[in-house]
């Protein structure tokens, strides 16, 4: 039980020297405007689909995944089935009219179809007040597990990350972001696969006995049904078709994902990008829940070797622990490079979100490219430093209140602004009063339900939000275009009607 050694740290600051290299390998083309903002249509499909492989697997999810199967069931494991429901649907109608209107953002989207400037900056602002909240906590969680195996000062970890990150998203705009999170991503998917073969052989029965756990209600348990017609209580039909639609959410209203399809409008290596995702998050998924199983038979079968009781700190215990030295540097880099390909997207969205859908919108004059760049650099680097800093309180104060409060409140944003571009793409009658009225209901009652009705399942979420948002959207819509006279029509492609 050798814990993180010196050969340990030297691999891991190698392996933050190469990625910083790469990052600004790839930032040697100075990126101006378009380019800075979708690459320079050099970047291929496979390169694009790991980076949105691994932005959506934050470092959140490295260290629960793994400690969900652990300490219970892989009842959360079907969430990532979800998949096979959003998928197909941002394939057939989403990314289809996106392509054909060739949107600079995902909130471009919100201006062309409803005409409405301030239903785009009520989006972005909505999405930059999420993201930074999500990179501070993505810098601190993943600093605080290795600052408790390291010994190294958790704050130091904070800013070399976030320094880091700043530097490559500066420089190369989304081309320097997509390479560096195919590096980071394929270092993830190289180094859980080696540590789940490595467990399996450390485990007394290999993969038979995790297998027999599944038989000891280590995938089901009898309270967790298969379907069940309440949203009060999860169930394997619910987590599938809820997690679809808050992963669908995502795809088609969240900047860092929409931003990866804005890189091309070919229809086809869209179409690749996202097979290849959803092949890849449930692969990893799968692999996370199988080292969970298998740390509990493994643990099981050697109680001495348990360095924590930490659910979330389980498999990152295993790793400085019982890996071999040099793979425990490379597999603690793993975790780290989940929190920075993740806060590398997060800059850059964020960056392009403000310049293009607020700055852009709100200016009287029409932007240069070079000005454009410029702005979003600064804006780069000042959400950086607020991010480090705010994820600095966060590491040095109780963070226990702070992350369920911004989780709770924060979370229920995606399904919202989901049910607004669904309201859009399905329906012709929506209009800009509609769009505002239903949001503000779907924020409204969303809030209700997770402040004062707790028994409802989180999974239930976005489809609450989306329902919502037709429920309210449309007959507002047509009562307002009633009231006005209103006969206009959606912009072509817009809808999944044809004009």
């Known amino acids: 039980m050798q814990g993180f050694t010196v050969i340990d740290l030297i691999i891991l600051i190698v392996y933050l020297a190469a990625v910083l290299f790469a990052g600004l390998h790839f930032s040697k083309k100075e990126m101006k405007g378009k380019e800075f903002f979708h690459g320079d249509g050099t970047i291929p499909w496979w390169v694009t689909s790991v980076s949105i492989f691994a932005t959506l697997l934050s470092p959140i999810s490295f260290l629960s995944l793994a400690g969900n199967s652990y300490a219970g069931s892989w009842i959360l494991w079907f969430a990532q089935l979800g998949m096979l429901v959003a998928i197909p649907i941002t394939i057939k109608f989403f990314l289809p009219i996106y392509s054909k209107l060739n949107i600079d953002t995902a909130y471009h989207y919100l201006e062309l179809r409803f005409g409405s400037k301030s239903l785009r900056i009520l989006g972005a602002v909505m999405f930059i ?38 530097i490559y998203s500066y420089t190369g705009g989304l081309k320097s972001v997509l390479w560096t999170d195919f590096i980071q991503g394929s270092v993830l998917l190289v180094g859980v696969t080696f540590a789940l073969v490595f467990l399996v052989c450390k485990i007394n029965g290999g993969f038979g006995a995790i297998f027999d756990a599944f038989g000891q209600g280590k995938f089901l348990t009898p309270d967790e049904p298969i379907f069940s017609p309440s949203i009060m209580k999860n169930s394997v039909f619910l987590l599938i078709v809820g997690a679809g639609f808050n992963t669908c959410s995502s795809y088609i209203s969240s900047q860092d994902i929409v931003q990866r399809f804005t890189t091309t409008t070919d229809t086809k290596q869209l179409n690749k990008m996202m097979l290849t995702n959803g092949a890849l998050s449930i692969f990893i998924a799968t692999v996370f829940y199988l080292i969970g199983t298998g740390l509990y038979v493994f643990y099981g079968q050697n109680p001495a070797l348990a360095q924590t009781a930490q659910q979330d700190q389980i498999f990152a215990s295993f790793i400085a622990y019982q890996l071999p030295v040099g793979i425990t540097g490379l597999l603690l880099a793993a975790i780290y490079a989940a929190s920075q390909s993740t806060l590398s997207t997060g800059l850059n969205s964020v960056a392009t979100s403000w310049t293009m859908d607020i700055q852009e919108r709100l200016s009287k004059k029409e932007m240069s490219f070079e000005k454009q760049t410029k702005i979003a650099q600064y804006v780069s680097l000042g959400v950086g430093i607020v991010a480090i800093l705010v994820s600095m309180v966060l590491a040095n104060g109780e963070i226990k209140s702070a992350y369920e409060w911004f989780n709770g409140f924060m979370g229920l944003v995606l399904g919202v602004l989901g049910g607004t571009f669904v309201l859009g793409v399905f329906t ?21 339900i997770k402040y004062t009705m707790p028994g409802v399942s989180i999974w239930s979420y976005s489809i609450i939000s989306i329902a919502l948002s037709l429920i309210i959207g449309v007959p507002v819509s047509y009562i307002s275009r009633k009231i006005k006279g209103d006969t206009s029509v959606p912009v072509a492609n817009s809808t999944v009607f044809k004009n």
Not at 134 to 153: D, E, F, H, K
């Open 129 to 166: 007040v999420y993201q930074i909240g999500r990179m501070s906590i993505i810098m601190y969680l993943p600093s605080m597990v290795l600052a408790n195996l390291t010994g190294i000062n958790v704050n130091i970890l904070i800013i070399v990350m976030g320094v880091i990150a700043i």
């Open 428 to 448: 012709k009658v929506a209009n800009t009063t509609g769009a505002f009225v239903a949001f503000g209901v779907s924020a409204v009652v969303m809030v209700i």
